[in-house]
């Protein structure tokens, strides 16, 4: 296990958290969540040896295991199918012993070893990495291309299956989903649903975090508290906490005004000025309870647009691409004021290209793509980031966007967006990546858009930003398009989903939560495709040319028939234990969000359900896990 005792952290001359105390069982999944700058990487910089406590003790047992994601991007010659087996190092010191025991043609040596091969899982070793790969997006056959050909992002992505590829007994995660898409943030949910090992997940994403956590280890103003529960059942803990501490707060308020009016009434008087001393002593013996600052430290809004064209832009039978090889084509439809967006679509099916062609950043290859006289977009990408003057201050960016703006007005506006104080005055060379996106998103806002597209905007932006960036967009009152592997914010901000694949864009009309099943039935029906392609180039010629032959497939399928009805009936079953279970976690959500079940007459009450939730979810993840491998087995035998 992991035991933190009064443990210290500072980071220079300031105090990260003090005093904590908590302990990680083994199998534990914990999420660590604060705000920036709250301590977070340096609790994993402690745990991977890299920074001593300042007071306290932290210990974890020394055989563990530990896997971390590497923050480099090497340029690597080798294919990623090696690199990601690196991740494996007890596997690689046995290969490299299989090596030196041929080499020395010791026998015995060489039967050890290839012992220890199979022991360690060696003949899987390249299929479990493929399917790491894969899962995170890389397409079939990529895994060997060189590691040296593939952007930053995706060498990411290597670095986060190369983690995975350990088989750790502890498994550091921080901000994993930064440089995946959607479909790869689903297909890491399930993985590390099944992770055997301790997990500790620092993470922004709301729907992640519940998906996998199942205790909140949480870091706010130099304390640490660690909660059971996914992060919604934490978020009702700690309202209901809050508003018990503003409670308190607002109640001691009323009566050291009391106190302090008896002071200043009789202090000068001399029949009461014994009392009025012991007044002063119990109020400065008074613990003071600080304030519940339950509010956002980043407040802005859109203000509203100039002008609302109707439409925006119109779209004419479109195709788009790159090359002059199209992507996406027969694209038709119009962006109205008021419509609310979000794009869906496997890794490289064209979303990025579609909200680029919207930006008039990318030429149509084919059709009209037609813009309103008053059209004004507001685009965020990645990119933008980039673009930002190194050499300048927040402050700067905004004169040069408005000269005639109030010094101070600015300077308020910057800090709705965290701005505040003298980091206004700082150079932005020397801001983070949470900085950065939000003064771009500071510039896009001020400029007043009627079109905003989105391409994942919530990168490096910590909880409270992305809070707040969804309440604005909430008010918002023009068109928006939004990609994002941020559920929470697509289900808050978004009306109407379209699915961009198979080189078309159509509505998705199921919800989002159907959507990681929509993915799952694809890669099915693609593995189903690849097995009947390899059984009809196997095939060789014609075999149904004769009526035996007929009367021998009549008979096969008769009999595959008799053999499918278990499986049918399998499916069947798993299916209304799903409904069973989803039926029975709806009602415990409903029961965790009332707020009288976090008074103190209902702890007991409140850890039973914490538990029934737990256990609700992981039966859900494994039945649904069972549903989709007999759901493909069907498949597999039923094409």
């Not at 670095?159 to 350990?166: G, H, I, T």
């Amino acid at each position: 296990m992991i035991r933190f005792e009064k443990l210290s952290i500072r980071r220079g001359t300031r105090l990260l958290f003090s005093d904590a105390s908590f302990t990680i069982h083994p199998g534990y999944r914990v999420g660590i969540t604060g705000a920036n700058g709250a301590g977070k990487s340096s609790l994993f910089a402690l745990l991977r040896g890299e920074l001593q406590a300042d007071g306290g003790e932290c210990s974890l047992p020394d055989d563990w295991v530990l896997a971390q994601v590497a923050q480099e991007t090497p340029s690597d010659p080798r294919s990623a199918m090696e690199y990601v087996l690196d991740g494996d190092e007890e596997l690689r010191a046995i290969e490299a012993a299989i090596r030196r025991a041929e080499h020395d043609n010791d026998g015995e040596a060489l039967a050890e070893a290839h012992g220890r091969y199979e022991s360690a899982g060696g003949y899987t070793a390249r299929a479990r990495a493929a399917r790491l790969i894969h899962g995170l997006g890389f397409l079939p056959g990529q895994e060997e291309h060189p590691v040296e050909t593939f952007s930053g992002g995706w060498r990411m992505r290597l670095n986060l299956a190369r983690a995975l590829m350990c088989r750790s007994d502890l498994l550091l995660l921080d901000e994993p989903t930064n440089h995946l898409d959607l479909d790869a943030v689903i297909w890491l949910e399930e993985w590390l649903r099944n992770y055997p090992g301790t997990l500790l997940l620092i993470s922004h994403d709301r729907d992640f975090l519940d998906a996998v956590v199942s205790y909140i280890a949480h870091i706010e103003q130099g304390k640490v508290s660690m909660v059971t529960g996914n992060y919604s059942a934490f978020e009702h803990y700690r309202a209901e906490q809050l508003a018990q501490q503003q409670a308190a707060h607002n109640k001691q308020q009323r009566e050291i005004a009391h106190i302090q009016s008896f002071i200043t009434r009789f202090k000068a008087k001399a029949t009461k000025a014994k009392q009025a001393q012991s007044r002063i002593k119990a109020l400065e013996r008074m613990e003071r309870i600080a304030p519940a600052h339950v509010d956002s430290p980043f407040h802005f809004a859109f203000r509203d647009p100039d002008k609302l064209p109707h439409p925006l832009l119109r779209l004419e039978e479109i195709a788009a691409g790159y090359d002059g090889k199209a992507i996406i084509r027969d694209i038709s439809f119009d962006l109205t004021p008021g419509e609310r967006i979000g794009l869906l679509g496997p890794n490289g099916a064209g979303k990025s290209t579609l909200i680029k062609l919207l930006a008039g950043e990318l030429d149509a290859i084919e059709g009209e793509r037609e813009e309103a006289a008053d059209l004004n977009i507001g685009y965020f990408a990645q990119h933008q980031l980039d673009q930002l003057h190194g050499e300048s201050t927040a402050l700067e960016h905004m004169t040069r966007l408005d000269p005639k703006a109030r010094e101070q007005a600015l300077r308020d506006y910057l800090g709705g967006f965290g701005f505040s104080g003298e980091r206004v005055d700082q150079r932005c060379k020397t801001f983070s990546g949470g900085e950065k996106a939000r003064l771009v998103l500071a510039i896009l806002v001020y400029r007043r858009p009627n079109l905003l597209l989105l391409d994942e905007p919530t990168n490096h932006l910590d909880l409270e930003m992305r809070h707040a960036l969804a309440l604005a967009l909430q008010e918002y009152q023009g068109a928006m398009v939004v990609v994002s592997h941020d559920r929470h914010l697509l289900r808050t901000t978004t009306d109407t989903l379209l699915l961009v694949h198979d080189g078309r864009v159509e509505e998705f009309r199921e919800d989002l939560d159907r959507y990681g099943r929509w993915l799952a039935e694809q890669r099915s029906q693609q593995s189903q495709a690849l097995r009947n392609d390899a059984q009809q180039d196997g095939a060789g010629g014609d075999t149904e040319n004769s009526a035996a032959a007929r009367k021998e497939k009549k008979r096969l399928e008769a009999e595959r028939r008799k053999q499918l009805q278990p499986l049918r009936k399998r499916v069947a079953a798993l299916e209304r234990e799903m409904a069973g279970l989803t039926e029975q976690g709806e009602k415990l959500d409903a029961l965790l969000g009332d707020a009288e079940i976090y008074e103190e007459a209902n702890k007991d009450r409140l850890k039973e359900l914490l538990q029934q939730k737990g256990e609700t979810d992981r039966r859900l993840a494994e039945v649904e896990e069972q549903w989709l491998e007999a759901s493909e087995e069907l498949e597999s035998v039923n094409p």
